[in-house]
């Protein structure tokens, strides 16, 4: 039965509603069969797993096209948004190291290098110095810890797709300073959208049954967290926040200002959950935005506007900010797991962490520096990370002094550079930077070593072409295109 064709043609909301339950019992049969080809060892998580599916489904079923009503969503109120400039400007209290001592971290570390052509985790990808995501986590927290004395933990959200590859290259840190734990997000079931029925006929997800399987997107770290057991030691061990973001945002570090205006408010009333959000700009159109929804903050998606309000949505003037997916959360709430729901993706269900905003009383938006921002999805931000843009200190990047203007420049790499292999190959060591505004490269490109490149540089090379920028070059406001090769004599 195809469920869209019935439902359109179910007129009543009374035959609608049988043709649900239909669906809810067909699921319900299915998932059962599945659970029935569980080992001992793995039938209570899969049981788990598979009720939160179910939950997931019954919504999905609910749902009627966009889930937001456009016409509710109004600007947040002027309060609900606070400049980080004025939080920073409480400075820190002398017990800032007990304040620390409260703070567990968090990194959502469940994706795969795949979009950049990359094997296992994305975090084992390396981005500075041979210094991979997850080396640079760690350098950073054990630079806090030991300045500070401290002991916050490093706590990794895997997928079944990371677990096992984290898990082994774990072992290198066991004489840092930083306790690291880690726990699994669910494992849900893709479904097949003509019947809406599981595609996977068994449990086991090696092999050709890895397509059967999604981790259901970031939103899933309340019920993950709290049914792995972890949360309740981390609280018995005197832990009251988070710090949560993704793994591959290279600006997220612990910010004890923010961390301090949380556990000292200053008009006594914490917050339970904090957003970062900065300002937008062009290259970020899509992000989320928060918005002021039935009296409460909201996080609003793109996928979640009716197609009439795209364009009013991506507004810059609008909507000024986006969610950076770096949060603060108290675990008192996680402890209490509300219907803790985000907004949904209709085929692969899933639901986004920040949606959770909604859920509480007592919310936040902290709008920080573009430079707590910095996330690596493609080889062009890798070229920025690598560049000399950046210094590297105690694992943190920060943007060099030497660069006159606080912006980062516009990079985009064509085709040929998608994969990280490829990137590596075609520069043969990266370009000096620092008084670039804005590179496009694309076709068979190649760089010397010790390039220069400055203001806006276009290289494009046709479709047989092959251009090799010499070791050397300087290059400053230019189009280069056509074909040009170097050849050693």
Same mark, same amino acid.
């Given at each position: 039965?195809?469920?869209?064709?019935?439902?359109?043609?179910?007129?009543?909301?009374?035959?609608?509603? *049988?043709?649900?339950?239909?669906?809810?019992?067909?699921?319900?049969?299915?998932?059962?069969?599945?659970?029935?080809?569980?080992?001992?060892?793995?039938?209570?998580?899969?049981?788990?797993?598979?009720?939160?599916?179910?939950?997931?489904?019954?919504?999905?079923?609910?749902?009627?096209?966009?889930?937001?009503?456009?016409?509710?969503? /109004?600007?947040?109120?002027?309060?609900?948004?606070?400049?980080?400039?004025?939080?920073?400007?409480?400075?820190?209290?002398?017990?800032?190291?007990?304040?620390?001592?409260?703070?567990?971290?968090?990194?959502?570390?469940?994706?795969?290098?795949?979009?950049?052509?990359?094997?296992?985790?994305?975090?084992?990808?390396?981005?500075?110095?041979?210094?991979?995501?997850?080396?640079?986590?760690?350098?950073?927290?054990?630079?806090?810890?030991?300045?500070?004395?401290?002991?916050?933990?490093?706590?990794?959200?895997?997928?079944?797709?990371?677990?096992?590859?984290?898990?082994?290259?774990?072992?290198?840190?066991?004489?840092?300073?930083?306790?690291?734990?880690?726990?699994?997000?669910?494992?849900?079931?893709?479904?097949?959208?003509?019947?809406?029925?599981?595609?996977?006929?068994?449990?086991?997800?090696?092999?050709?049954?890895?397509?059967?399987?999604?981790?259901?997107?970031?939103? @899933?770290?309340?019920?993950?967290?709290?049914?792995?057991?972890?949360?309740? !030691?981390?609280?018995?061990?005197?832990?009251?926040?988070?710090?949560?973001?993704?793994?591959?945002?290279?600006?997220?570090?612990?910010?004890?200002?923010?961390?301090?205006? &949380?556990?000292?408010?200053?008009?006594?009333?914490?917050?339970?959950?904090?957003?970062?959000?900065?300002?937008?700009?062009?290259?970020? *159109?899509?992000?989320?935005?928060?918005?002021?929804?039935?009296?409460?903050?909201?996080?609003?998606?793109?996928?979640?506007?009716?197609?009439?309000? *795209?364009?009013?949505?991506?507004?810059?003037?609008?909507?000024?900010?986006?969610?950076?997916?770096? &949060?603060?959360?108290?675990?008192?709430?996680? *402890?209490?797991?509300?219907?803790?729901?985000?907004?949904?993706?209709?085929?692969?269900?899933?639901?986004?962490?920040?949606?959770?905003?909604?859920?509480?009383?007592?919310? &936040?938006?902290?709008?920080?520096?573009?430079?707590?921002?910095?996330?690596?999805?493609?080889?062009?931000?890798?070229?920025?990370?690598?560049?000399?843009?950046?210094?590297?200190?105690?694992?943190?990047?920060?943007?060099?002094?030497?660069?006159?203007?606080?912006?980062?420049?516009?990079?985009? &790499?064509?085709?040929?550079?998608?994969?990280? /292999?490829?990137?590596?190959?075609?520069?043969?060591?990266?370009?000096?930077?620092?008084?670039?505004?804005?590179?496009?490269?694309?076709? @068979?490109?190649?760089?010397?070593? !010790?390039?220069?490149?400055?203001?806006? $540089?276009?290289?494009?090379?046709?479709?047989?072409?092959?251009?090799?920028?010499?070791?050397?070059?300087?290059?400053?406001?230019?189009? $280069?295109?056509?074909?040009?090769?170097?050849?050693?004599?």
């Amino acid at each position: 039965m195809n469920f869209s064709k019935a439902m359109s043609q179910a007129g009543s909301s009374q035959f609608q509603e *049988v043709i649900r339950q239909e669906l809810e019992y067909s699921m319900k049969v299915e998932l059962d069969k599945i659970l029935a080809t569980a080992h001992s060892n793995e039938i209570e998580h899969t049981k788990k797993d598979l009720e939160g599916f179910k939950k997931l489904f019954h919504r999905f079923l609910q749902e009627k096209g966009p889930s937001v009503d456009w016409g509710k969503i /109004q600007r947040p109120p002027e309060d609900s948004i606070q400049p980080y400039e004025k939080i920073k400007a409480r400075g820190l209290p002398d017990n800032i190291a007990s304040v620390l001592n409260k703070l567990v971290v968090v990194k959502l570390n469940g994706g795969l290098g795949t979009s950049m052509g990359c094997k296992g985790p994305k975090s084992l990808i390396g981005v500075r110095n041979e210094n991979t995501f997850l080396d640079l986590t760690v350098q950073q927290i054990e630079h806090l810890n030991k300045s500070y004395n401290t002991d916050v933990p490093l706590v990794l959200m895997n997928s079944f797709n990371t677990d096992d590859d984290t898990k082994k290259i774990l072992q290198k840190y066991s004489h840092s300073r930083v306790k690291i734990y880690t726990f699994n997000q669910s494992r849900y079931p893709r479904i097949n959208k003509e019947t809406l029925l599981p595609i996977a006929k068994d449990v086991s997800y090696s092999g050709e049954n890895t397509e059967c399987w999604y981790p259901p997107g970031h939103g @899933d770290i309340y019920a993950s967290f709290y049914n792995s057991g972890l949360l309740d !030691n981390l609280i018995a061990e005197g832990k009251e926040y988070i710090f949560v973001s993704n793994i591959d945002n290279l600006g997220a570090t612990v910010d004890l200002y923010i961390l301090n205006h &949380l556990m000292n408010p200053p008009n006594g009333k914490r917050c339970e959950f904090v957003m970062e959000v900065t300002n937008k700009t062009r290259a970020d *159109v899509k992000g989320g935005t928060l918005t002021q929804y039935e009296n409460k903050l909201r996080l609003v998606e793109i996928a979640q506007v009716p197609k009439a309000h *795209v364009d009013e949505f991506k507004s810059v003037s609008k909507f000024k900010i986006f969610n950076t997916n770096n &949060l603060w959360i108290a675990l008192s709430i996680i *402890v209490n797991p509300k219907t803790l729901d985000g907004g949904l993706n209709v085929i692969q269900l899933e639901t986004a962490v920040g949606a959770a905003i909604k859920s509480f009383e007592n919310s &936040l938006g902290i709008n920080v520096p573009r430079s707590r921002f910095l996330p690596v999805k493609t080889t062009s931000d890798l070229l920025l990370v690598m560049s000399n843009l950046y210094s590297l200190n105690a694992g943190s990047l920060t943007m060099s002094e030497k660069r006159e203007f606080p912006t980062v420049p516009l990079v985009k &790499l064509g085709s040929s550079f998608t994969k990280v /292999q490829d990137y590596l190959r075609r520069f043969e060591s990266i370009p000096d930077m620092l008084e670039l505004d804005h590179l496009t490269v694309s076709g @068979d490109v190649t760089f010397g070593k !010790n390039v220069s490149l400055k203001g806006t $540089v276009i290289i494009i090379a046709n479709h047989g072409d092959r251009i090799d920028i010499p070791a050397g070059a300087l290059l400053e406001n230019k189009i $280069v295109s056509g074909n040009l090769r170097i050849l050693d004599h």
